[in-house]
């Protein structure tokens, strides 16, 4: 074995999880190489609930089909749950209430892993590629009182993303630039610079009333969050 890929196994923790049982295994491995040269392309990323993210060069990361799935049962159940309070209160609770909670906890950490094992996807093939990286400050997105479990999801995998952002652009070179918070990514537009404050969460296409470009809300964004970090970082 090439000493480059040594690795020693240093430890191992175990956790539980609803029901199930997890091993960590730590590892030591060699630092990786920095891959990046201020050669290297820029990119702007914008995270989101339905897509997980979108690149300024127009891809878009829709997530898994299964992910979706498991995210929209999860949901459902978790109403089931929120009706048996209701119904139930003073009440010891049901069998079957007790089994709908442990099913909704299984669910959510099931849900958690994919989103996460889609995450690591994004993050390796990010923070390979590119040089430097625009990203929101999560706080603005992340921190917004909703108590829609869809949006609870997403707001873990806000937080999951940056943190693997963080330590495997360390490992690349990768240079992350966070917006401030008050940078309005989505509401300006990229090719005139003009500020639209009017534009709502649902408005997913929008046209620019000064320089009449249709706009992805997404793409457009993350389009924004690349030219604010090849600024800061000229
Ligand atoms: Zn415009």
């Given at each position: 074995?090439p000493?480059?890929?040594?690795r020693f196994?240093?430890?191992?923790?175990?956790?539980?999880?609803a029901?199930?049982?997890?091993?960590?295994i730590?590892?030591?491995?060699?630092?990786?190489?920095?891959?990046?040269t201020?050669?290297?392309?820029?990119?702007g990323?914008?995270?989101?609930?339905?897509?997980?993210?979108a690149?300024s060069?127009?891809?878009?990361?829709?997530?898994?089909?299964a992910?979706?799935?498991?995210?929209?049962?999860?949901?459902?159940?978790?109403?089931?749950?929120?009706?048996?309070?209701?119904?139930k209160?003073?009440?010891?609770?049901?069998n079957n209430f007790?089994?709908?909670?442990?099913?909704?906890?299984?669910?959510?950490?099931?849900?958690?892993?994919?989103?996460?094992?889609e995450?690591?996807?994004i993050?390796?093939?990010?923070?390979r590629?590119?040089?430097?990286?625009?990203?929101?400050d999560?706080?603005?997105?992340?921190?917004?009182?909703?108590h829609?479990?869809?949006?609870?999801i997403?707001?873990m995998?806000?937080?999951?993303?940056?943190?693997q952002?963080?330590?495997?652009?360390?490992?690349?070179?990768?240079?992350?630039?966070?917006?401030d918070?008050?940078?309005?990514?989505?509401?300006?537009?990229?090719?005139?610079?003009e500020?639209?404050?009017?534009l709502?969460?649902?408005d997913r296409?929008?046209?620019?009333?000064?320089c009449?470009t249709r706009?992805d809300?997404?793409?457009n964004a993350?389009i924004?969050l690349?030219?604010?970090a090849?600024?800061?970082?000229?």
């Amino acid at each position: 074995m090439p000493r480059a890929e040594a690795r020693f196994l240093i430890g191992a923790t175990v956790s539980r999880t609803a029901d199930k049982w997890f091993i960590a295994i730590q590892v030591e491995m060699p630092d990786a190489k920095r891959i990046h040269t201020s050669e290297s392309q820029a990119v702007g990323v914008d995270l989101g609930v339905k897509a997980l993210a979108a690149l300024s060069d127009g891809t878009i990361f829709t997530g898994s089909k299964a992910g979706r799935t498991t995210e929209k049962k999860l949901c459902r159940l978790n109403q089931e749950l929120s009706r048996g309070i209701g119904a139930k209160k003073g009440e010891k609770q049901s069998n079957n209430f007790k089994k709908t909670k442990m099913k909704t906890a299984r669910l959510y950490a099931r849900s958690a892993n994919m989103r996460s094992d889609e995450t690591h996807k994004i993050t390796t093939e990010l923070t390979r590629k590119f040089g430097v990286m625009g990203i929101e400050d999560l706080n603005v997105k992340g921190m917004m009182k909703n108590h829609k479990l869809a949006r609870s999801i997403a707001d873990m995998s806000f937080f999951e993303f940056r943190r693997q952002l963080e330590y495997k652009a360390k490992e690349t070179g990768t240079k992350i630039v966070v917006a401030d918070p008050w940078f309005a990514s989505s509401k300006i537009c990229h090719i005139c610079g003009e500020k639209h404050d009017a534009l709502t969460l649902k408005d997913r296409e929008w046209t620019c009333t000064r320089c009449a470009t249709r706009h992805d809300r997404d793409v457009n964004a993350a389009i924004n969050l690349r030219n604010y970090a090849v600024q800061s970082t000229a």
